[in-house]
């Protein structure tokens, strides 16, 4: 495991003071110390976790936003902020009154047009038997020749201009199309009319309400949702893991969730769903981040949606390790890491080690020759070398 870019640059700097340091001390004092002055530290063994710790908004794991489009004041208002409510509940109702009036009004006006269009489909109807039965006779007349082809043509086109089907008067694509347009008016006055009844989509809690009585339920407050409703007995983080991170979150890795508000204790919580693609972290920023959601699985009284909580998602434990501060590990050309031991003789002993897990402070590590107790040389500087005399501080 190569060290981050980070713990690199720290390293490199400090090795840069080392180095300062012990050029003043070997050139500027009155006596010459026997070796090069560099501080240090023991290899120790011990428990290491990686964690990652991240911050969220608390959010219910289901929600639902009501709106409405309606230019309609609110009659009654049925529930306020905390309220539960199932799927289907009354929230709101609107003020129909006028919508009724207006559908009354249709429905009058669709049994007249219906009336009207049977009395014309009846005149038809004796239109066309009248023009049938005169286009039968002259076409009977023109096979005694007593009638010419062109009276027996013209009967044919005054029967054809009647519209009817098989013999039976129908209604005109003009007059069809009426009928459908004021069936169509009525069916959208009537889901207008069930729409004047705010329900709930989901079950949950909730918690907004931007409207009061008397308003236009399509003019809330700064264009908000009427209700806001949350299933918040069950909670959940969205976090943002970077792109370098992504790679150690894991389905069902456990994470212990902490806010201000829960006064140092903890809730417990687990990786429920990583999302499949990244996303920019905001809009003014081209940094890549991948969604993760937290599952809150312990309970608190305390805890409620809507606040700032912090997760700190356990990625890897790794129990009785030799470790070292970052500082003392040191990364070549080739990529390869290595620490300095400082042997009881004083002299230097590179080893070449692996890094396992890495946390803030410190790094596993695993080299031959590498034992609990070692000196190793913090922020070693680039002059050291294998065999070197040194001194430790």
Known sequence: MALSKKKKILIAVAGLIVVAVG??????GNKTPEGTMVSTSLVEKQDVEEVLKLKAVLEGTESTEVVSKLRYEVKELLVK????????QLLAVLDSSELVKQMSLSKGELSLLQMQQNE???KRQD???KLKKDYDNVKALLDVDAASQSEVDEAKRKLDEVSAKNGVAVLTDSEKQTLENMSRKISVEADTLKDCRITSMIDGTITRVNTKVGRFANDTENDKPMFVIENIDKLQMKVLVKETDIAKIKL??????????????NVEGVVSRISPTGENKDANSTERVVPVYIDVIGTNDKLIAGITAKATIHIAKSEQVLT???????ELEDGSTVVYTVKEDNTIHIIPVKIGLETDLLI????????????IVLSPSLALTEGMTVIPQ
Do not use: C, R, W
């Open 127 to 129: 239109e066309y038997d």
């Open 120 to 122: 014309t489909l009846e």
């Open 364 to 375: 596993e590590v695993q080299g031959d020759g590498l034992t609990e107790g070692q000196q």
């Open 23 to 28: 050029a003043k001390v070997a050139f500027g």
């Open 252 to 265: 069902g890795q456990k994470v212990d969730i902490t806010a201000d508000i829960l006064n140092g204790e």
């Open 81 to 88: 902020e905390g309220d539960k409510v199932k799927k289907g």
């Open 324 to 330: 070292v501060p970052y500082e003392a590990v040191s």
